[in-house]
């Protein structure tokens, strides 16, 4: 199913607050490679709970605040990502397959997002659940991203070799934005 597009009154629009948290994790044999955004990040969302539809959905990373926590990390990161020249990372929404409704406040998204990184722009599954709340939603997703489907090799950390797949969540609170003109 394509995003439904709802061009009524219902559609509510939110931005992320300063509440979020993003987290990456690279595998390697016998070691793990976190690292996280918490400042940085940009993101907005149109939606019809009634109807069920996303009008669009979007989020922005300066990929020059991916942390990991250690200097040496972050420069060997930095230096891989070629943050001068690719500044920013973003997905967007780009086909809901299934708008899941759990209870009358929790909704399970399954779509297809494009993620672009390092100039280049793939398509990727991801899962989202989007919580009402009073004042706003909150959002929490998950998905895994490939080194090889972006032409990339693997980085070498600390003189090991990063396996292909790198899991990458997130969430945050949201609240009700003026509308994209």
């Known amino acids: 199913m394509k995003i439904k597009i709802s061009m ?33 990040v940009e993101a907005r969302i149109g939606i019809d709970f009634e109807a069920g539809a996303i009008s669009y959905a979007r989020a922005r990373a300066q990929t ?70 009073d004042n706003g939603l909150s959002i929490a997703l998950d998905f895994k991203w490939s080194f090889k489907a972006y032409g990339l090799k693997a980085p070498r950390l600390l003189f090991i070799t990063v396996r292909d797949i790198v899991d990458i969540s997130g969430k945050g609170e949201f609240v009700h934005a003026d509308p994209v003109s």
């Open 64 to 133: 020059c605040r991916f942390d990991t926590g250690f200097a040496d990390r972050n420069k060997a990161m930095a230096d891989y990502l070629q943050i001068d020249k690719y500044s920013e990372s973003s997905i967007e929404l780009a086909e809901v397959q299934a708008f899941t409704r759990l209870n009358d406040d929790r909704f399970q998204i399954d779509a297809l997002a494009v993620l672009e990184f390092m100039g280049q722009r793939r398509q990727l599954p991801i899962k989202f659940f989007i919580t009402r709340k």
């Open 8 to 40: 009524n009154c219902a559609v509510e629009e939110y931005s992320l607050t300063d509440n979020f948290d993003v987290r990456f994790t690279a595998y390697a044999p016998l070691h793990s490679f976190k690292g996280w955004a918490r400042q940085g």
